[in-house]
T-cell receptor, first 108, second 117 residues
Framework: LAKTTQPISMDSYEGQEVNITCSHN???????ITWYQQFPSQGPRFIIQ???TKVTNEVASLFIPADRKSSTLSLPRVSLSDTAVYYC?????????FGAGTRLTVKP | GAGVSQSPSNKVTEKGKDVELRCDPI?????LYWYRQSLGQGLEFLIY????????KSGLPSDRFSAERTGGSVSTLTIQRTQQEDSAVYLC???????????????FGDGTRLSIL
């Protein structure tokens, strides 16, 4: 199972772009990179998933370099409601495991 | 449409009692997962079902923990002779099965908060 490393916490201000980087040096050829968001007292919610290059949806962008040993979740113009824990997972289906995540705090 | 439903939302019980936690997955989702989350911590994988079988039980912490799934739908997680260290939020997720090397997002319920006195 691929291990991931991401910052424990990050602070930002409303309206800023936030980039959270995840390291996964032992990613396997068939592994996907998936990000989830978790608010207090709720289960995690899927944000975005990618395999290589760049993926964008209505919520976020995911940048994956050619070697795939890291990935960056980009949240444009964050608001107070984006305060949450963000998890980076690497693997395929049930082989993925949640780490400790990055606690993002957005300040006014 | 309906999401993943877990019951009860909260459970308080005395040490040594048995508890059953229930998960109703999204209709059509054949994959089902149980996780445990202690206060301020990440999610700890417990068990994975594909249909009614559990090909990966590697996360169950002891033989006091068991889970079953019937009809490819509802799942129950049972903890026997509860201990105080079992106190946590127990989360259930479901998904469509991955096809070959594809990957399907997991959809989570809001969990059962279990407190052992």
């Amino acid at each position: 199972l691929a291990k991931t490393t991401q910052p424990i916490s990050m602070d930002s201000y409303e309206g800023q772009e936030v980039n959270i980087t995840c390291s996964h040096n032992n990613i396997a050829t068939n592994d996907y990179i998936t990000w989830y968001q978790q608010f207090p007292s709720q289960g995690p919610r899927f944000i975005i998933q990618g395999y290589k290059t760049k993926v964008t949806n209505e919520v976020a962008s995911l940048f994956i370099p050619a070697d795939r040993k890291s990935s960056t979740l980009s949240l444009p113009r964050v608001s107070l409601s984006d305060t949450a824990v963000y998890y980076c997972l690497v693997g395929v289906s049930h082989d993925m495991r949640f780490g400790a995540g990055t606690r993002l705090t957005v300040k006014p | 449409g309906a999401g993943v439903s877990q019951s009860p939302s909260n459970k308080v019980t005395e040490k040594g009692k048995d508890v059953e936690l229930r998960c109703d997955p999204i209709s059509g989702h054949t994959a089902l997962y149980w996780y445990r989350q202690s206060l301020g911590q990440g999610l700890e994988f417990l068990i994975y079902f594909q249909g009614n079988s559990a090909p990966d039980k590697s996360g169950l912490p002891s033989d006091r923990f068991s889970a079953e799934r019937t009809g490819g739908s509802v799942s129950t997680l049972t903890i026997q002779r509860t201990q105080q260290e079992d106190s946590a939020v127990y989360l259930c997720a479901s998904s469509f099965p991955g096809q070959g090397y594809s990957n399907q997002p997991q959809h989570f319920g809001d969990g059962t908060r279990l407190s052992i006195l």
